[in-house]
Every structure is written in C-alpha cells, then in structure tokens.
C-alpha cells in the first residue's frame, strides 16, 4: 500500500527528478510517477545529450545540478578504461561532442540519476512509480482534489489526493486534465507584443519533435535496416524553406537561414581531446558525426571500443507535419518512420566522400536506448503546454535585439538562472527556424504560479513562457532548475501554511525563499556576462 504522499509529482523527467530531491531534503513524502521505465527525461528516455550555456562549468546552474554533472563525469572515471590523459581532466566530455561540454550516453545519467534518489526512496520518503501515466484530476475551489494515475503494464488505477501537485509531464498533461488555464502553440503578437509572434494565434503551430536514434560504425558490416514502410514518402519530401529533399546533407543554418552542407564521416581520426564545446562561439552543427557523439572511442585504451557512438538528433529527423499535443499518437508513429528512414537512407543510399554511396556499416544501437527497435523510448518533445501564470515571460525580456548583450531582465522574484540562445525549430505552422540571439536570463518565481489554481506547479517546459521565450528556457539546466524551485516551494508552502500566490507576491515571502534557495545552492542572478 503506498501511502498518501505531502507532494505528488506527475513526471520523471529531469525537473520531476530535480522536484523529487528537492522536496525531499525538505522532509516530505513525495510520490513520482513516470510514464517510461527510465527516469531522466531528456537525458534519457529522449537519449538528448544536454544543451548548456557557455558558462556552465563555472557558474550559472544549480548545485544540485552540478552534482549531477560530477556524477556522471565520475561515474567514466571509475568504471570506463580511459586513457590517462583523458582521466586527468577536470572537465571531461566523455563523449567528445559539440553540443556540449558534457556528452555522455543514456544510461550513465539513468545510473548517477537513480543514485541520487536513492537515499530517499530507501528512507520511504519517496516512491517511484515507472510505466504509470496520469488519466484524470479532479478539482474543487481552485485546488486539485484528486489524480488518478495508470499502470502502463497492468491497467491498475491508483488515485492520489496530496496537497501539492508537480506537473513534471513533458507536455502539460496535468494542465489539460485539471482544467488549469494554459496556453499551447503561438500566442498572437496582439497578445504580448512580441516581434516573430504571427498576427493570429495559432494553438497548433509548436515546435518539431524529434526521435533521436544511436548510432556506431563498422567499416566492412553491413547493418542495414529493413525499408521502412513510409521510405519513399520521406525520400521525396521536400520541405518549401529548405534548400533540397529533407533526407540530404544540405540544410538551412538555424541562425541565417542560408543552405550550408553537413559533413558526415564516421570515426574520424581526429583526437577527441581537442574537441572544443562552445556555441558561443561556434554551433558545432555541420559535422553531423561528431555534433552529439557520445562516446569517443579516442578517449579510452586502444582497442576497448570498435566505434564511437553518435546520437541523431539533426534536421534531417525533425518532425513537423502534425503538432504532438492533441494527436500524440499519429506523430509520434510519423516521427518514428521519419528516422527510421533517415537511417536506411544513411546506410544505402547517403553520399560519402569517395564518391560512393551508403554507409552499410552504420548500426542502431537498441542497447543504447534501452528498446527493442533502437529508436528513443520517448520523442524530444521541445515544446509544451505553458500555464497563464503571473509572470510572463515575453521575446522583449530576454531578446538581444531589444535589450542589448548586457540587458539582463532582473526580478525581484528570481529563483533561477539559464542562458541559451531563443531556439525554435521548424514548426507545424509551417515557420522554419527562428533561431535569436538571447541573454542570460532570469527565471521569475511568478512564471511558476498559476493565476488561479492554488496547489499545481509546474516543473519543466510548461512554465509561463510564450511559443518564443520557450525556445530559451526549454533546456536542460532550466528544467533542472524550474523543477528544483517546483518541489522547494511546494516543501515551503506546507512548512509555513503560505500558498504559492502568497510567498511570490509579499516581498517579505519572497525573501524568506529566497533564502531557502540560497541555502540549496541555487543561484537566483547571474555575473556580468554577455548575451550570444
């Protein structure tokens, strides 16, 4: 029998897991659930390696994160044969990709993440239920009475009725469920007066989804899938804003929206300790072998590896025929034929650089992902529902056209920090890249409050951003830090019998959680550091 926990947190991604630790260490019984067997999200269940600002090992994340971080980068150190010089870095990359300065396989996060929860499931502070997804909430007076998960595996219904509720769902679910005010797609420009909003709202038009695949070589193999059933549609599809068919090598630059060709070329010689990760200063997006390899087999004794494994997560297997949010199961089945495609194309008929065509070599790698069919357990989903929430954040607060590379929004309400560029992949309006300078941005306490629902926090992508601010606040170390501050207030709220609406509009409350914060190790401001 699982007790009636103090929080409900319905999603394991990595802001349901950062919620989780952070209610935790308050003390409070927490229940999470998770629609896949893995925990971790984005890092893992969407096998994404993490998008992070340039500053990242130096300041501008939470502690807790950074602990995550060190985990993993110990987690090589003591169990992968690495080369000494390789060993001795303070700040390895174990997988040597572009992206970022810390790419690294699945399940190795899966691994540091289930280590860091451990204390607390084993102390009965907190349960974790995989493979269980929320079906219905029941709500009375502004507050949320009542969610009914699913076990995935054997139907079984479990209500739960806590006091506080975690929305940590990758599109909002809880949003829809309880009937809580939120916005999904492009708000119009009338709305919030934002320079690249569409005149009309557009509900359906969201981001691109995309599922990401593993990828090793192996030169004199041949691997090749069978032909995927939707092949030769997606052999010929041709987006209108892109300069070729979409299974090609030549693609726009998100930044100029110019073609510019991408390079392809399987374990290349090149030593992966003199890669460099900064997109800053260089977006690391043409060479698509290296952009979010995984693990170099450079990095480690000669011989221990026979190939690098890279991640697929490029233009050529964006999804964005059909929205996600509202037809789920349609476009997660075409987003799965897309990249099934991308593959069978790469292995017969992708041009090389002799001349020849095919890489047969090329092997997905289900181990990697943990399924059957080598594809991600679950689609990059980069967009979400968003509460209308008390604090919104709009395109003039972060943007570096409007505000300039030192404009930095500060809010009297700051529970957090990201940096990223406004990133908008193609959508399913028919928008192509929207991809703006930003600057270093604040996270305001009032984006995570509902107007009008008094106990659901969210904690992750569906925060009171807009269609565009989303594109910046959507990554990695923000949805850490979004869930991290979601499982905190809520601890608070109960601790002193304040409400969220409370603590975020006397300054007197503010502070005093503030302080909570501080002493967690998260930073609320950033340095003088400039926009990119």
């Not at 572009?98 to 691994?111: G, M, N, Q």
């Amino acid at each position: 029998m699982i007790p009636q926990p103090d929080i409900l947190i319905v999603g394991g991604g990595l802001g349901g897991v950062a919620a989780a630790l952070a209610a935790c260490r308050a003390g409070r019984r927490v229940v999470m659930t998770e629609e896949t067997d893995w925990i971790g999200g984005q890092l893992t269940a969407q096998a994404v390696p993490p998008d992070e600002h340039p500053w990242v090992e130096e300041f501008g994340t939470t502690a807790t994160y950074r602990a995550l971080r060190e985990g993993i980068r110990s987690y090589y150190r003591q169990w992968y044969p690495m080369r000494s010089e390789a060993l001795g870095l303070t700040y390895l990359n174990p997988g040597a990709g572009r992206v970022s300065k810390l790419c690294h396989e699945p399940r190795v996060a899966l691994a540091v993440l289930e280590g860091m929860l451990a204390p607390h499931r084993a102390s009965g502070l907190l349960t974790v239920l995989t493979e269980h997804r929320a079906v219905s909430a029941e709500a009375d007076n502004d507050v949320i009475t009542a969610v009914t998960v699913r076990d995935l595996r054997t139907g079984t219904l479990r209500t739960f009725a806590a006091p506080y509720v975690v929305d940590a769902t990758e599109t909002g679910e809880l949003l829809e469920l309880a009937a809580v005010e939120h916005a999904n797609g492009a708000e119009a420009q009338s709305e919030f007066g934002e320079p690249h909003a569409p005149a009309e709202a557009q509900p359906d038009n969201q981001q691109g989804i995309t599922v990401c695949f593993a990828l090793s070589h192996h030169e004199g193999e041949d691997h090749t899938v069978d032909r995927p059933e939707t092949y030769d549609f997606w052999r010929s599809y041709r987006p209108g804003f892109w300069p070729g068919p979409l299974l090609g090598f030549q693609a726009p630059d998100p930044r100029t929206l110019e073609p510019v060709p991408r390079t392809f070329v399987p374990n290349p010689d090149l030593d992966p300790l003199a890669v460099s990760a900064d997109q800053s200063a260089d977006a690391g997006d043409k060479e698509l072998w290296g952009f979010r390899r995984i693990l170099a087999r450079g990095m480690h004794r000669p011989g221990a590896f026979d190939s690098d494994i890279t991640l697929v997560n490029w233009p050529l297997n964006d999804y964005w025929l059909k929205p996600y949010i509202g037809q789920e199961a349609e476009a997660l089945r075409e987003a799965r034929q897309l990249s099934l495609s991308v593959l069978y194309w790469l292995q017969t008929e992708a041009p090389r650089a002799d001349g020849g065509t095919g890489f047969p070599g090329l092997r997905i790698r289900p181990d990697v992902t943990g399924t059957a069919d080598g594809l991600a357990k679950s689609a990059y989903v980069r967009e979400s529902r968003r509460i209308k929430a008390v604090t919104t954040v709009v395109e003039q607060d972060v943007a570096i056209d409007v505000v300039g590379p030192y404009g930095t929004k500060h809010y009297r309400d700051s529970v957090g920090v990201g940096g990223y560029r406004i990133d908008l992949h193609p959508s399913t309006g028919g928008d192509t890249y929207i991809d703006i300078g930003s600057v270093p941005f604040e996270i305001p306490l009032g984006a995570l409050v509902p107007r009008r629902v008094r106990n659901l926090l969210p904690a992750g992508k569906n925060i009171g951003t807009t269609h565009i601010t989303n594109g910046c606040y959507r990554l990695h170390p923000v949805e850490w830090n979004i869930g991290e501050v979601a499982g905190a207030l809520a601890a608070h709220c109960l601790a002193e019998g304040l409400e969220p609406q409370q603590v975020q509009a006397e300054d007197k409350h503010v502070e005093e959680f503030g302080r909570v914060l501080d002493r967690a190790g998260v930073q609320r401001h950033w340095p003088d550091v400039r926009g990119y």
